[in-house]
């Protein structure tokens, strides 16, 4: 069965930085678009960053110059390196996977994914 799982959050200070993972099992991962999504309580689902076979990528504004993308297709894992965190970085972080077929790229219109992991929770402190 499809299944995404996050990893690498955790707390710490302002200016600090993390590395999230999420390891892809059950599909075929070159097959699929893959992003990175969060939510903080209170507020709407965001995309943050995103990545296509191909390897383009794209940024929400808040994390241009801070916010990495990458993959490992032989692990079928995707990373988001964080740098320079600040407490509006606070949130749930999510993995997300869509079919190629169906979609032209990646996006950030979550309700265009279909598999998504459990997350992840960053809190930056300030």
């Known amino acids: 069965q499809v299944q995404l799982m996050e990893s690498g959050g955790g707390s710490v200070q302002a200016g600090g930085s993390l590395r999230l993972s999420c390891a892809a099992s059950g599909f075929t991962y070159s097959d699929y678009w893959m992003a990175w999504f969060r939510q903080a309580p209170g507020k709407e689902r965001e995309g943050v960053a995103a990545?296509?076979?191909?390897?383009?990528?794209m940024y929400a504004d808040p994390v241009k110059g801070r916010f990495t993308i990458s993959q490992d297709n032989a692990k079928k894992t995707l990373y988001l390196q964080m740098n320079s965190l600040n407490p509006e970085d606070t949130a749930m972080y999510y993995c997300?996977?869509?079919?190629?077929?169906?979609?032209?790229?990646?996006?950030?219109?979550?309700?265009?994914?279909?598999?998504w992991g459990q997350g992840t929770q960053v809190i930056v402190s300030s």
């Open positions: 990545l296509d076979s191909d390897g383009r990528t």
């Open positions: 997300a996977a869509v079919p190629r077929r169906g979609e032209n790229c990646a996006t950030f219109i979550a309700s265009r994914y279909n598999y």
